[in-house]
């Protein structure tokens, strides 16, 4: 079974700053995809960025861009010039091929201070 | 285009009685999964459902189930409450292929009481 691992339950960052988020996830598999997902005090859960695990560059939105490490089964969040707007729950999620049914890690809570 | 809908959006159910959570995807999307938060547990994976077939199922207790309808929307049903299954569950919906994004409704909290 797929397990995903964010070890940083709690973040801070400065507006404006730049913060990542950790998380590493083990799977046996070679074709998949990854997903960071935010979610805000409303509780709807907001795509922010996909990975697919057959691409070697780097997935990007904006202000935030990832680092995928595949052999180290590591995938990390970058958030630039962070803003207000950006404090939330932020969760990786991994997905593969037999369906659409996504494993979660247990959350990092990002709070920025203005 | 509208986003995921889910109704109703808050719910307080007695233990022994059950309950059933509705979802509409977006349009086009054939694609609906099910997951449950709490705060002890996280996000969890209930079932997906696939042109009117659960495609996948999680570990979760046979008091849970549910259904697609021939326009894709989606009702899920818990039988016989128990007070932890009290939590937010959330609707996803996605296109044909497995492995699609997946778009999040704006969930449905339940309480039992």
């Known amino acids: 079974a797929q397990t995903v691992t964010q070890s940083q339950p709690e973040m801070s960052v400065q507006e404006a700053e730049t913060v990542t988020l950790s998380c590493t996830y083990d799977?046996?598999?070679?074709?998949?995809?990854l997903f960071w997902y935010k979610q805000p005090p409303s509780r709807q859960m907001i795509l922010v960025i996909r990975?697919?695990?057959?691409?070697?560059q780097n997935a990007t939105e904006n202000r935030f861009s990832v680092n995928f490490q595949k052999a180290a089964k590591s995938f990390s969040l970058k958030i630039s010039d962070s803003q207000l707007g950006d404090a939330a729950m932020y969760f990786c999620?991994?997905?593969?091929?037999?369906?659409?049914?996504?494993?979660f890690g247990g959350g990092t809570r990002l709070m920025v201070k203005p | 285009k509208a986003g995921v809908t889910q109704t109703p959006r808050y719910l307080i159910k007695t233990r022994g009685q059950q309950v059933t959570l509705s979802c509409s995807p977006i349009?086009?999307?054939?694609?609906v999964s099910w997951y449950q938060q709490t705060p002890g547990q996280g996000l969890q994976f209930l079932f997906e459902?696939?042109?009117?077939?659960?495609?996948n199922k999680g570990n979760f207790p046979g008091r849970f189930s549910g259904r697609q309808f021939s326009n894709s929307r989606s009702e899920m049903n818990v039988s016989t409450l128990e007070l932890g299954d009290s939590a937010l569950y959330l609707c996803?919906?996605?296109?044909?292929?497995?492995?699609?994004?997946?778009?999040f409704g704006p969930g449905t909290r339940l309480l039992v009481l």
């Open positions: 996803a919906s996605s296109l044909t292929a497995p492995a699609e994004t997946q778009y």
């Open positions: 349009s086009g999307h054939r694609s």
């Open positions: 459902y696939f042109s009117e077939t659960q495609r």
């Open positions: 990975q697919e695990a057959y691409k070697q």
């Open positions: 799977t046996s598999e070679s074709d998949y995809y």
């Open positions: 999620a991994y997905g593969h091929n037999a369906g659409n049914m996504l494993t």
